[in-house]
C-alpha cells in the first residue's frame, strides 16, 4: 500500500487559538502542559501543542500517559522523540513524530520515527505536519508493517 493511500486528513491547526500562550522575555511564547514550561513558538511545536489538545480532547487520551521531547539512546547515538504515549501498564503505546506544517510526509520522516521505535518496540507509529498524519501498525512478532486510515484509539 502506497504511503498517499493512507494520508489521515488532520486540521490540527484548528485547536491554535485554545494553546495558552504569553509574552514572555520579549517573545511569544507558548505552555506545553506535559512539560510545564513555556516554550518560544516554533511551526513543529504549535503542530506538537495541537497534537496533544486532540488526542487528549477529542480522542480520550490521558494526558498523564504522553510523555514530549525525551532522549533515547538508538545504536548508540542519542536521539530524541517528540511525544510518546504511553499504554495503561506503562508500556510504549505510540511514538510520534511532529513536522511543521510546510514540511511534507516522507518516506525520511517514517524512517526517522521507525528507527526511534527500535528502542521503544511502540505497536503505533505516527507522523504528522498538522495537516496530514501517517499511522502505521507494527507487528513485531511477524515483522508486519500496517498502514492505517486513522489514528488509533488510545489502548488498542
Not at 494553546?19 to 512539560?35: A, C, H, M, T
Not at 501543542?49 to 480522542?59: D, E, G, N, P, R
Request: hydrophobic letters at 40%; charged letters at 25%; glycine letters at 2%.
Amino acid at each position: 500500500m502506497d504511503k498517499n493511500d493512507c494520508l489521515i486528513p488532520l486540521e490540527l491547526l484548528k485547536y491554535v487559538p485554545s494553546i495558552r500562550v504569553e509574552q514572555k522575555e520579549g517573545k511569544q511564547k507558548l505552555w506545553d502542559p506535559i512539560r510545564k514550561k513555556y516554550y518560544i513558538i516554533q511551526p513543529e511545536e504549535l503542530v506538537r501543542q495541537a497534537l496533544i489538545l486532540h488526542l487528549t480532547s477529542q480522542m480520550n487520551y490521558p494526558i498523564n500517559r504522553l510523555q514530549v521531547e525525551k532522549q533515547l539512546m538508538v545504536n548508540s547515538m542519542k536521539k530524541r522523540f517528540d511525544i510518546l504515549v504511553y499504554q495503561k501498564k506503562l508500556s510504549p503505546f505510540m511514538i510520534i513524530e511532529c513536522k511543521s506544517p510546510s514540511t511534507s510526509l516522507s518516506q525520511l520522516t517514517i524512517n526517522q520515527v521507525a528507527q526511534y521505535n527500535m528502542a521503544l518496540k511502540a505497536p503505533y507509529l505516527l507522523i504528522t505536519n498538522g495537516k496530514e498524519a501517517i499511522c502505521a501498525k507494527i507487528d513485531f512478532i511477524h515483522d508486519n508493517v500496517q498502514l492505517l486510515d486513522h489514528i488509533p484509539e488510545y489502548g488498542a
